[in-house]
């Protein structure tokens, strides 16, 4: 039988514990196992720098707490979008180090649910972003960068119509701290780029 990924490393840290309480006991506290990585303090200094949540995390804060939202979605260029409701709840997690978001609502007649994580990773200076959600079974993956109210990514997914690996690019755009829009551009029929959807949000 094999276990799922997260109860098997679970399983190896908790093997993996009381063997270092051991080693620890054999040796002197200044002086670590033999083969162990040194962590002196240049490295010890990288490390807190990449686990400590900064101004940027902060900008993602932003999107903590209950929203609503109007979405408009183009199917193809030239024809009208369809239009929906919903609401969108956001919160910190781990410290203050990621942003988890819970979107509902419907979508072409259908109840919609999706979840995103967003970060920013102090070592590649860059935010990341996942998205999955109840339209498909594949998770998005993003990067970008923020200046100032605007904020631009772009993402890969797999495209359900034509079976192929797709990017698309997004742009948040605040006013204020309470309201924000966000664009997302993408491949159309025919393949060229082309608006597909436009959300604008308010804080409750």
């Given at each position: 039988?094999?276990?799922?990924?997260?109860?098997?490393?679970?399983?190896?840290?908790?093997?993996?514990?009381?063997?270092?309480?051991?080693?620890?006991?054999?040796?002197?506290?200044?002086?670590?196992?033999?083969?162990?990585?040194?962590?002196?303090?240049?490295?010890?200094e990288a490390m807190m720098k990449a686990m400590t949540p900064g101004e940027e995390h902060k900008h993602l804060a932003m999107m903590a707490?209950?929203?609503?939202?109007?979405?408009?979605?183009?199917?193809?260029?030239?024809?009208?979008?369809?239009?929906?409701?919903?609401?969108?709840?956001?919160?910190?997690?781990?410290?203050?180090?990621?942003?988890?978001?819970?979107?509902?609502?419907?979508?072409?007649?259908?109840?919609?649910?999706?979840?995103?994580?967003?970060?920013?990773?102090?070592?590649?200076?860059?935010?990341?972003?996942?998205?999955?959600?109840?339209?498909?079974?594949?998770?998005?993956?993003?990067?970008?960068?923020?200046?100032?109210?605007?904020?631009?990514?772009?993402?890969?997914?797999?495209?359900?119509?034509?079976?192929?690996?797709?990017?698309?690019?997004?742009?948040?755009?605040?006013?204020?701290?309470?309201?924000?829009?966000?664009?997302?551009?993408?491949?159309?029929?025919?393949?060229?780029?082309?608006?597909?959807?436009?959300?604008?949000?308010k804080k409750k």
């Amino acid at each position: 039988m094999k276990l799922p990924c997260t109860v098997l490393a679970l399983t190896l840290v908790a093997v993996a514990v009381p063997a270092l309480a051991n080693q620890h006991t054999e040796h002197k506290a200044d002086t670590p196992p033999a083969g162990a990585p040194a962590m002196g303090g240049p490295e010890m200094e990288a490390m807190m720098k990449a686990m400590t949540p900064g101004e940027e995390h902060k900008h993602l804060a932003m999107m903590a707490g209950d929203w609503t939202f109007t979405n408009h979605f183009w199917m193809a260029p030239g024809q009208p979008p369809t239009e929906s409701t919903g609401t969108m709840h956001g919160e910190m997690t781990l410290g203050g180090r990621y942003l988890q978001t819970t979107w509902t609502g419907n979508m072409m007649g259908q109840p919609f649910e999706g979840h995103g994580t967003d970060a920013f990773n102090n070592v590649s200076k860059k935010y990341e972003s996942t998205w999955v959600d109840n339209m498909g079974t594949g998770i998005m993956y993003g990067t970008g960068t923020c200046e100032g109210t605007t904020c631009k990514s772009s993402s890969e997914a797999w495209d359900p119509m034509s079976g192929k690996k797709i990017t698309m690019r997004s742009q948040v755009t605040w006013s204020g701290d309470s309201s924000f829009k966000m664009e997302m551009w993408g491949p159309g029929p025919d393949g060229k780029d082309m608006k597909m959807m436009e959300i604008v949000a308010k804080k409750k």
